[in-house]
């Protein structure tokens, strides 16, 4: 199953060029990177990134994150993935970018 991460610009690239990283400011402090399903991803986009553009869509294999992801409640009770190890480039089976048109983030087709 894949789940998705969305990141700014300069977070994308540090992912990069270090190999790994921890997440944005909110998974520092949160302690686990934070991810979103298919269903979630949208909302994910709009409530936590409304009017951002230049934005990196990435797409992780739940597989690959072994016993480090955890399905835990958030919004309106829903669970959504979290994971509790550094992301690393090696994880990512895809990135696209996450345009924004018309003040709303373009998902690939067949993502919302």
């Known amino acids: 199953m894949l789940i998705y991460k969305i990141f700014r610009a300069p977070e994308w690239a540090d992912l990069r060029a270090e190999g790994e990283t921890s997440g944005a400011p909110v998974d520092l402090a949160d302690g686990y990177v934070h991810f979103s399903t298919l269903e979630q991803a949208p909302e ?3 409530k936590h990134f409304a009017g951002a553009d230049g934005l990196m869509l990435v797409a992780v294999e739940t597989e690959r994150l072994g016993d480090a992801l955890k399905w835990e409640p958030s919004r309106g009770g829903a669970l959504f993935p979290h994971l509790y190890r550094a992301l690393q480039l090696s994880d990512v089976a895809w ?10 983030h373009q998902f690939p087709p067949g993502l919302g």
């Open 44 to 46: 994910t986009a709009a």
């Open 95 to 104: 990135a696209q970018p996450l345009p924004l048109v018309d003040g709303h």
